[in-house]
């Protein structure tokens, strides 16, 4: 009787060997020795920005929106260009979460609590945006619909901008309590082997928990119940960000591929932030063992696909502008190839179009310094699309008298390079309080993902193969199934 064929084993996402008491140490590690020199140098750095960054808004908030270089034809700059980056690069951490959670994909574990993290501080770096860019921040309450005694004044629930402000809000708590609820069973690890007031306070942060089965029961059941609320969430919030744009009858603008185009490109650039990190991550917190060059060429798979899925509606604009025959929305997009934005249109086509297509190679999508190198040139790329969207958009108006060129003032780069400074600040102390890598899970896919494990069973099928045992078995059971 010939061997039937056997699949080939699934590359293992625990590397090492590793025991639960290794990965215990290895995880908990991060968060219990004095920082590293390294970590301290980017910490400055970080901070450095921030202080830049707060200088900047002080300074806008003091003297007003003059401070910026928006004009009467550019209305919309390098703020909400930030504010919608932003918010994409939020959307990987729920992606992950969620979607792969629902769907069982055991390579989230790896990276799915940076993931989470990045998203909070994402989310957090575009909300100071709206804050800002309404001119007077100490009014932004008169955002909230409550009972007021100012005529009473009410929002506008027709306008984009206020379904922003739900959505945000929305996104943000849930993206929270599903970051937070992960992170509970490591802190409660944590707790365990601290002392002192360490200890107190992973106690409260761990919310008493003892690891007994009714906990991880509740665990999983809110897990699950806050992917299935988190996932149209992923959908939702960018699609209503593309309103902004979409509901206007601004040509360039005006156009229903927005929504799906849009959720394409956050994820497209979350992705990218996420390897990003874990590139670096894993190297400067020595946790290669967990986060395998096989988390990395699942997550290029991603980036290549949604990166051909933003090309394909890059292309489609352009068809559909020269299909409408309006000559206006012609212009448009003949302006933002061959007009003076024309550097960040071709920038753009290069870093989000072109540069992914290199992970059609199994080769270069293992290759860590690749994956690093187009991790950064997409999220280049999807700020000069954010930017040609805007400014090429409004810098060219039907009235060639209005026609103006924007570039923006060091106090507008400077509140950018202040949430670089506020995500990176975040980031860095995540890594010293939380375990980058949620410990739990990677004990939970020990025993079927672990390299010593994963050798073991591999082995043991193909014995039972090759012996007709386990050919033998599946007949009897599709025959039990019968009767």
């Not at 625990?14 to 140490?25: A, F, L, R, S």
């Not at 970590?39 to 002080?58: E, N």
């Not at 769907?103 to 790896?110: H, P, V």
């Not at 980058?436 to 079927?448: M, T």
């Amino acid at each position: 009787m010939s061997a039937a064929p056997v699949s080939p084993m699934r590359e293992p996402l625990v590397n090492g060997n590793k025991t639960y008491h290794q990965i215990t140490e290895d995880l908990c590690a991060p968060t219990e020795r004095a920082p590293s020199r390294a970590w301290v140098i980017a910490f400055m750095f970080a901070l450095t920005a921030l202080t830049i960054g707060v200088v900047s808004i002080i300074y806008t908030i003091w003297v007003g929106i003059g401070a910026w270089n928006l004009n009467r034809t550019v209305g919309w700059g390098w703020d909400i260009t930030n504010f919608v980056w932003w918010i994409g690069i939020g959307h990987a951490g729920t992606l992950i979460s969620a979607i792969l959670l629902l769907f069982r994909q055991k390579w989230r574990t790896g990276v799915n609590r940076a993931a989470e993290a990045m998203t909070i501080f994402a989310v957090i770096c575009a909300a100071l945006f709206p804050g800002i860019h309404v001119g007077r921040m100490w009014v932004v309450f008169f955002f909230f619909p409550y009972p007021n005694t100012r005529g009473p004044l009410w929002p506008n629930f027709n306008s984009p901008l206020l379904w922003d402000l739900f959505a945000i809000s929305t996104y943000f708590t849930v993206s929270l309590l599903f970051w937070y609820t992960g992170l509970v069973p490591d802190f409660a690890t944590v707790r365990d082997r601290a002392k002192g007031i360490r200890k107190k306070l992973y106690n409260v942060l761990s919310f008493g928990w003892t690891g007994n089965a009714k906990h991880w029961q509740r665990w999983e059941s809110l897990s699950l119940v806050l992917a299935g609320l988190a996932t149209p969430l992923v959908l939702s919030v960018h699609t209503i960000v593309s309103f902004d744009f979409a509901t206007s009858v601004i040509p360039g603008w005006h156009t229903t591929i927005f929504p799906p185009y849009f959720v394409a490109g956050a994820i497209f650039s979350g992705f990218a932030m996420v390897l990003t990190l874990m590139v670096i991550t894993r190297k400067v917190l020595n946790l290669q063992d967990y986060i395998t060059i096989g988390h990395i060429e699942s997550m290029n798979k991603v980036i290549l696909l949604t990166g051909t899925i933003v090309g394909v509606a890059y292309l489609t604009e352009l068809f559909v502008a020269w299909y409408s025959g309006y000559i206006y929305e012609q212009f448009a997009f003949f302006n933002r190839a061959l007009g003076p934005y024309w550097w960040a249109y071709f920038g753009m086509m290069a870093c989000n179009v072109l540069s992914p297509q290199v992970f059609w190679s199994k080769k270069i999508r293992r290759n860590l310094t690749w994956t690093f190198l187009m991790s950064i040139f997409v999220n280049i790329g999807m700020w000069f699309e954010r930017f040609v969207i805007i400014a090429t958009t409004l810098a060219r108006d039907y009235l060639p008298s209005s026609w103006s060129f924007y570039v923006p003032t060091m106090v507008e780069v400077g509140i950018f390079v202040g949430t670089l400074g506020i995500f990176f600040t975040f980031y860095l102390l995540f890594t010293r309080v939380a375990p980058v890598v949620a410990i739990a899970e990677i004990k939970h896919i020990l025993k079927s993902s672990g390299n010593q494990y994963a050798t073991k069973n591999a082995e043991a099928i193909v014995k039972q193969v090759e012996s007709g045992s386990l050919e033998s078995a599946v007949v009897h059971h599709h025959e039990d199934d019968h009767h």
